[in-house]
């Protein structure tokens, strides 16, 4: 009987040289859906990504897409239903966006002409369409950002694993492009640092510190005032869907009122 959820991740725990980056995280985002991993720097959000598209090994737990487990899918086939946009994306020299795109492209074996369309029409999307023949080394950090988002559009996997997506984009691409993944109606776990594009788009968020899930639930329950005093070191509320913050909250002066 087919899972309720697209995506499972089960008492998941990930090591790395001895250390436990991610502990005990659980989680299961239904199809469709969009979910956030939140938190500070170091809380473990990029490690569990990285599990998802079998760049770290876990050291114990289970991870299921559509109720299989992710040792049941061979590598292309996992790589067909799950794709990534990460932040140390690599680049080989004398690749140009086209190049890049028709990379991603290749695992899937598709028709000439919808692998065309396919790669055109996320080059149109990325607005690089007029770049897509210039070497990818000459492309701004936003306009690269934009190649790897262009190749993973046109991929279109089943279940969408953003880092950071945002990273080095202007505000017109922040947004077309996040509402080109919403459009669609895939499912997608992603990280994100910009608290007002989690509320905006994400229908579930998990609060995550020191590798553990801390809280969970709609964006606005989680990222109460109380919340961001602890976790990001700042005072700020939300005031409908917009962030406003007094200030940072220094570590000094939360010791000395405890």
């Known amino acids: 009987m087919p899972s309720e959820f697209a995506l499972e991740i089960n008492n998941l725990t ?5 250390a436990a980056y991610v502990r005990d ?8 859906q969009i979910h956030g991993l939140l938190g500070p720097n170091g809380a473990g959000k990029t490690t569990l990504l990285r599990s998802l598209y ?3 090994a876990p ?5 299921r897409a559509q109720g299989r487990a992710i040792g049941d899918h061979a590598h292309h ?8 946009l990460v932040q140390s994306a690599g680049l ?3 690749l140009t966006p086209r190049d890049i795109v028709e990379i ?4 899937l074996e598709l028709p000439h002409g919808e692998f065309d369309r396919r790669r055109q029409d996320a080059l149109e999307l990325a607005g690089l369409a007029d770049k897509q023949d210039q070497p990818a080394g000459k492309l701004s950090g936003g306009e690269l950002q934009r190649c790897y988002f262009a190749q993973l559009l046109a991929c279109d996997p089943e279940i969408y694993v953003l880092d950071e997506p945002t990273n080095h984009l202007d505000l017109h691409y922040q947004l077309a492009l996040l ?9 997608v776990l992603m990280t994100m640092h910009d608290l007002n594009l989690a509320v905006r788009y994400c229908d579930h968020v998990y609060l995550m510190a020191g590798g553990r899930i801390v809280e969970h639930g709609r964006p606005l329950e989680v990222l109460n005032r109380q919340n961001l005093m602890t976790h990001y070191l700042v005072d700020g509320q939300f005031h409908g869907n917009v962030l406003s913050i007094t200030g940072p909250i220094h570590q000094q002066s939360q010791r000395r009122r405890a």
């Open 179 to 187: 509402d080109e993944v919403r459009r669609r109606g895939r499912t």
């Open 25 to 32: 995280v659980s989680l299961a985002v239904p199809e469709g």
């Open 14 to 18: 990930v090591e790395i040289a001895g």
């Open 59 to 63: 050291t114990a737990g289970q991870i």
């Open 54 to 56: 079998r760049a770290v």
């Open 104 to 107: 991603g492209l290749s695992v």
């Open 77 to 84: 086939e996992w790589a067909r239903k799950l794709g990534a």
């Open 92 to 94: 080989l020299d004398g």
